[in-house]
C-alpha cells in the first residue's frame, strides 16, 4: 500500500529531485509535503509494518503514539511526536520534537542538522551525529531549545515508525501535528518566546 511518502517521493524523483542533497530539492519535498492536506496518522501507521520497531536509534527520525505522564497538569503535548533521539534517559530518552516549531524554522533547523549527517547517501545507514553538546555549542542550532523533549518509554503507545532519510523533508512539512490541550499557532508562540 502506497503512503503519503512514498506518493511525494516518487512525484519528486520523475521530477528529478534527489531528496536532501540539495537545498532546492529539500524545498520542493517541503512544499509538496506542505500542500498535500491533512494526513491520517493511524493510516500512515499502518502502512508499512516493515517500519515499525520497539527500540529507537539515536540520530533517526521517527513518529509514534504518545500519551505525556501528568497530562493533568500539562498546558499542552504532542499525542504523535516527530522525533530524532538523540540521547538516552533513565525510563526513556531525549530527543528533538520538530513539531514544536513552526515550519519555517523547522526548515532552518533542519538544513542546520543535516550538516551533521555521518554520510552523503541519505539512506538507511545515514543518521544524525546528535548530542545535546552538539546543540548547545552552535548557533546554527539556536532553535532546537523548545523542541528538546523527554519521552518515557511507559507512555508510549505504539512502536515507532520509522522515517527513512530521504523523507526527512516530507515528514517535517506534513501536518501531522496532534497537540493536546492548545492549538499548534499557541505552542508555536511559546516556542517562539522561548527562543527570544
Known amino acids: 500500500m502506497a503512503t503519503v511518502f512514498d506518493e511525494i517521493l516518487t512525484k519528486g524523483i520523475r521530477q528529478g529531485k534527489v531528496p536532501a542533497r540539495e537545498a532546492q530539492a529539500r ?6 509535503a506542505k500542500s498535500h ?6 493510516k500512515l501507521m499502518r502502512g508499512d509494518s516493515d517500519r515499525l520497531t520497539a527500540k529507537p536509534r539515536i540520530g533517526q527520525m521517527y513518529m509514534y503514539y504518545y500519551d505525556a505522564k501528568g497530562k493533568e497538569t500539562l498546558p499542552y503535548f504532542d499525542r504523535f511526536p516527530l522525533v530524532f533521539p538523540f540521547s538516552v534517559a533513565p525510563g526513556g530518552f531525549y530527543g528533538l ?12 533547523l533542519m538544513d542546520a542538522l543535516y550538516t ?6 541519505y539512506d538507511e545507514s545515514t543518521k544524525l551525529k546528535l548530542s545535546y553538546d552538539i546543540l548547545q555549542g552552535a548557533s546554527k542550532y539556536k532553535d532546537f531549545q523548545p523542541c528538546i523533549k523527554r519521552y518515557l518509554t511507559s507512555q508510549l503507545r505504539s512502536e515507532f515508525m520509522y522515517i527513512y532519510p530521504s523523507e526527512w523533508d516530507i515528514a517535517l512539512f506534513l501536518p501531522l501535528e496532534r497537540f493536546q490541550g492548545a492549538t499548534k499557532t499557541q505552542v508555536w508562540a511559546d516556542s517562539r518566546k522561548k527562543m527570544r
Open 27 to 32: 524545498q520542493w519535498y517541503r512544499d509538496a
Open 37 to 42: 492536506g491533512r494526513v491520517n496518522e493511524g
Open 97 to 108: 520534537n520538530m513539531h514544536y516549531i513552526p515550519l519555517p524554522l523547522r526548515a532552518k
Open 116 to 121: 551533521t549527517a555521518n554520510n552523503k547517501r
